[in-house]
C-alpha cells in the first residue's frame, strides 16, 4: 500500500510540475540553473539557529568551489547570515515556486532578526509587524552594484551612506569572512551588528593594526576582527542573554573604510587564522566598483519565430531560447518594449532578457540576459527607456552603467510592501497611469501583512506608497486603461465564487474577507464587473486594451488573459446609472503557455502575450511570447452588450443574416447565481430557486434585428439582475459565414427601454 500511495504522490507532483519528470525529494529544475552571482527570495534557514527567516533577502555567492555566500536582509539592514555549502535549496513544491528557498545548511555566522545598524541605544526592531522596511530616518536599502570585485550593497543609516562589500578570503584550507565597508561622515555616533557569539570569551595576544573579539562554545570558536574600527559586546533590548559583537562607528570623524573580518571553526584553528586576518589586504575603495562590473552571459542568443496563418487575428510566435547555457526556465511573468521595438521581458526565475529582431517575418529573434537574480518576478514596465521590475520584495529599477547589455545596478525604487514567507503571497503586473504613477497586486492566502490582497499604487517618484483598493485573493494581473480605468481579474477560491473580474474604483473591497484592511468588516462587496465561469477561465491573468489605430475591428478594445485556459477574452462593457457591468467573448487564439500580461508594442502596434506554467493550466510549454496580429480580414464577434428592462441588444463586428439573427430559436439563454462564502468557490444556484443548484433557462420571446444589421434585440420576460447568463447563439452573417459563440456576463442594474 506504501508504494502505491508514493506512485501516486509522484504522479500527482508530476501534474503540479507541468509534466516535468522531476521527483519528490529530487532537485529542482531550479537547482540546476546558473541564477548568476546574487539571488533575491524570502529565505529559511537549514538548521536551527538566531536568524529565523529573511523575509527579504539576498543570497550573496561569495565562491563556488568550495561554495561560500553571505545572506543580506535589505529590510533590517542586517547581514542575517554566513554559510558554506549548497549556495541556494530551493523548495521543491511546484518547481520551486511552492514556498521559500533555504539557506545555511553549514552556517557559519547568523544575526539576530532586528535592525543590523543603530544611531544609538541596543539593537531592536522598531517594527509593528516583522515585515517590511525599517522606518526611513533609521534606515534605507538603496540597491546593489555588481562589480568585478563582487557584489557592493548601499544603503542609509540614519542619513549616513554606507557601501558594504561582502567578501571571503582563503588560505591554509581555511575561510574568512569579510565586510569592506565604507561610512560616510556622520554627526552621530553608529554600531553595525556583525555577528550573534555565545559562550565564554576568549583572551587574545595582542595584534597589529586589528582590534579582535572571540568566544568558545562547545570547543568551537566566533573571531571577529576589525581593521580601521573598534569592536564591542553588545546585548539585545530585552533579551539580555542575547550578545552581538558590533562594529563601533564614532561620531564627528570624517568617512572612513573599515574592514571586518568574522570566522567561525575549531580552536586549534586559531592561529592560522589570525595569521590570514594579519596577513589579509589592505582596504580597499569602494568607489570604483560603482562604474559597472563585467559582461557576465556572452554574446545574445538566436532564434527563428514562427509565423501563424489563417483567420483576420493570427497568432506568432517569438521562440524563446528554452535551451540554453545556464539551464534559465523561460517561466514569463511580464514584458515591455523600449522605444525602438526591442522589448525586456522578465521570467519568475529571476531573469529579465532583452529581446531584439522583432519584425515582420521574426527570422532571427534575439535574446540577451540582462538581469539575474531578482525575487520572482511578475511584472514589468519601461518607462523613458528604463526597465522597473516588479519583485516580491521591491520595485527595482535597472542600470547599464558601463554600456555592455547588462544591468550593473540594481535600484532599490520602491520595497514599502510587506513580504512573508507564504508561498502564495506573489506580487503581479506592474502598469503605470498617465500621471506615471505604477500599480501592482499582491497576492494572500491568509492576510499576515498589512498589504495583502491589494492594488498598490506607487508615485512617480517612488516615494509614495498606498492601498488602492482591498479585498482581492490571489489576483494575478491588473490592467490600467488609456482613461486610468483599473482592472483587476480575480481567482476563484475561499470568497471568491469564480474568476471575477473588476473595474476598481479608488478604496473599493471587492470581496475577499481576510484582506478587507478595515476597521470594521464588511458585510458585502464591491460588485465585478462580471463574474466569468471556471469552465471558460479557471485561473485568471491580466488585462490589455488593443492599439486604437490598426487593429481593425477590434481596435482599442479591451481584453481579459486567461492564465489557465492559455487564450483571451473579448470584455464587453457598459455603464447604467453610475454601475459598470458586462460580459466576455472567447476569442478564437490559443497560446503556448498561461496568458499572463499583454501589452502593445508602439512600433507596430500589434499585441504581445507572454506566459507561464507553474500550477492549474492547459499550458504545452514552460513560458510564451507571442503577437497577435491582424492581417485585415473580417471578425464575426459580439462587439457590444446592453441590457434593458425588456431584453438585451447585442452588436455584432459585422452584419447579421437577416432570418437567422431574426429567430429566437438561434439563441439560447441560461442565467444562474453564485454563493459568496468562505467555502472554495461555489456551485451554480437557480435564480428561481436559491437553495436548489442548477441553471434556469429563460426564453427568447423575439429577435429584432436593427436597420444596419449588425445590433440584435432579444426580448425576454422577467428580466433581472442576476450574478451570471450565458446567451448562446448560432447565426450567420450577411456575407455567408457561419456565427456561432457565446456570451457570458453580468447584470447588476437594467437600462430604460
Known amino acids: ?122 539593537f531592536h526592531d522598531p517594527r509593528k509587524l516583522p515585515y517590511g522596511p525599517l522606518p526611513a530616518a533609521m534606515g534605507k536599502y538603496k540597491g546593489l552594484y555588481r562589480s568585478a570585485k563582487g557584489t557592493v550593497l548601499s544603503y542609509e543609516v540614519a542619513g549616513v551612506g554606507i557601501l558594504d562589500l561582502p567578501g571571503l578570503e582563503r588560505g591554509e584550507g581555511l575561510g574568512v569572512f569579510t565586510r569592506s565597508v565604507e561610512v560616510g561622515k556622520a554627526s552621530h555616533s553608529l554600531a553595525m551588528m556583525v555577528c550573534s557569539v555565545a559562550g565564554v570569551p576568549v583572551e587574545l595576544a595582542p595584534g597589529t593594526d586589528l582590534d579582535r573579539i572571540a568566544f568558545e562554545k562547545d570547543g568551537k570558536l566566533t573571531l571577529v576582527a576589525a581593521r580601521g574600527g573598534k569592536l564591542s559586546v553588545r546585548t539585545l533590548a530585552n533579551k539580555k542573554k542575547a550578545r552581538v559583537i558590533a562594529l563601533e562607528v564614532p561620531a564627528g570623524e570624517p568617512a572612513r573604510k573599515v574592514k571586518v573580518f568574522c570566522w567561525h571553526g575549531k580552536k586549534e584553528q586559531l592561529a592560522a587564522v589570525l595569521a590570514l586576518v594579519e596577513r589579509s589586504p589592505a582596504i580597499a575603495d569602494l568607489a570604483p566598483l560603482l562604474k559597472g562590473g563585467p559582461a557576465l552571459w556572452g554574446e545574445p542568443l538566436v532564434t527563428k519565430g514562427v509565423l501563424g496563418s489563417g483567420g483576420a487575428y493570427v497568432v506568432d510566435t ?184 473588476d473595474f476598481v474604483k479608488p478604496g473599493a473591497f471587492c470581496g475577499y474577507m481576510p484582506s478587507h484592511h478595515r476597521a470594521i468588516a464588511p458585510k458585502a462587496y464591491d460588485p465585478p464587473l462580471c463574474w466569468i465561469p471556471k469552465s471558460v477561465d479557471n485561473s485568471a491573468g491580466g488585462q490589455a486594451w488593443a492599439s486604437p489605430q490598426g487593429w481593425g475591428p477590434l481596435s482599442g478594445r479591451l481584453f481579459h488573459l486567461s492564465y489557465g485556459q492559455c487564450r483571451a477574452l473579448l470584455v464587453l462593457s457598459e455603464e447604467v446609472d453610475g454601475q459598470a457591468q458586462g460580459g466576455v467573448v472567447s476569442m478564437p487564439w490559443k497560446f503556448s503557455a498561461g496568458a499572463m500580461r499583454g501589452r502593445v508594442n508602439p512600433a507596430d502596434r500589434r499585441l504581445y502575450i507572454s506566459g507561464l506554467k507553474g500550477w492549474q493550466t492547459t499550458s504545452p510549454r514552460d513560458g510564451c511570447f507571442e503577437r497577435v496580429r491582424y492581417t485585415g480580414g473580417k471578425v464575426y464577434l459580439p462587439v457590444a452588450l446592453e441590457v434593458k428592462k425588456s431584453g438585451i441588444r447585442m452588436t455584432f463586428s459585422e452584419p447579421l443574416d437577416a432570418e437567422s439573427a431574426s429567430s429566437p430559436d438561434r439563441y439560447g439563454v441560461e442565467r444562474w447565481n453564485y454563493r459568496w462564502t468562505k467555502n472554495y468557490g461555489s456551485k451554480d444556484w437557480l435564480f428561481s430557486d436559491p437553495k436548489k443548484m442548477g441553471r434556469d433557462r429563460m426564453a427568447v420571446t423575439g429577435a429584432k434585428l436593427s436597420a444596419d444589421g449588425r445590433s440584435v434585440f432579444l426580448e425576454l420576460a422577467d428580466l433581472a439582475p442576476v450574478m451570471q447568463m450565458r446567451i448562446r447563439y448560432r447565426l450567420s452573417s450577411a456575407d455567408g459565414n457561419k456565427v456561432r459563440g457565446e456570451v457570458f456576463h453580468t447584470i447588476h442594474k437594467l437600462g430604460s427601454d
Open 1 to 122: 500500500m506504501l508504494s502505491v500511495r508514493r506512485g501516486l504522490t509522484g504522479l500527482l507532483m508530476t501534474i503540479l510540475l507541468g509534466g516535468a519528470a522531476t521527483e519528490l525529494f529530487s532537485q529542482t529544475r531550479w537547482h540546476q540553473m546558473d541564477v548568476g552571482p546574487f539571488f533575491s527570495a524570502t529565505f529559511t534557514q537549514q538548521r536551527a539557529g538566531v536568524a529565523g527567516p529573511t523575509h527579504k533577502g539576498i543570497a550573496i555567492r561569495l565562491s563556488r568551489d568550495p561554495g561560500a555566500a553571505v545572506c543580506f536582509d535589505t529590510e533590517l539592514l542586517r547581514m542575517s547570515s554566513g554559510w558554506e555549502g549548497l549556495f541556494v535549496d530551493f523548495n521543491r513544491n511546484r518547481e520551486g515556486l511552492g514556498g521559500p528557498p533555504q539557506i545555511g545548511a553549514g552556517s557559519l555566522f547568523s544575526n539576530y532578526p532586528v535592525a543590523g545598524w543603530v544611531k544609538d541605544g541596543e
Open 318 to 501: 517569438l521562440t524563446p531560447p528554452f535551451d540554453n547555457p545556464w539551464k534559465a526556465m523561460l517561466y514569463f511573468g511580464g514584458h515591455d518594449f523600449f522605444s525602438n521595438g526591442d522589448a525586456a521581458i522578465c521570467s519568475v526565475y529571476g531573469d529579465v532578457w532583452v529581446v531584439g529582431g522583432i519584425d515582420e517575418k521574426l527570422e532571427r529573434v534575439t535574446w540577451r540576459r540582462f538581469a539575474t537574480g531578482l525575487f520572482q518576478p511578475l511584472g514589468l514596465r519601461i518607462v523613458d527607456d528604463r526597465i522597473y521590475v516588479l519583485g516580491r520584495d521591491q520595485i527595482t529599477r535597472l542600470h547599464d552603467l558601463n554600456g555592455d547589455g547588462e544591468a550593473d545596478y540594481y535600484e532599490n525604487f520602491n520595497n514599502d510592501c510587506q513580504v512573508t514567507s507564504h508561498g502564495h503571497e506573489y506580487t503581479t503586473n506592474l502598469q503605470t497611469d498617465s500621471a506615471g504613477n505604477f500599480y501592482y497586486m499582491k497576492c494572500t492566502n491568509d492576510s499576515r501583512s498589512e498589504h495583502d490582497g491589494s492594488v498598490i499604487r506607487v508615485s512617480r517618484d517612488g516615494k509614495k506608497f498606498e492601498l488602492f483598493a482591498t479585498g482581492f485573493r490571489n489576483p494575478n494581473g491588473l490592467g490600467v486603461g488609456p482613461d486610468g480605468t483599473v482592472t483587476v481579474g480575480d481567482q476563484e477560491g475561499t470568497w471568491v465564487p469564480v474568476t471575477r473580474l
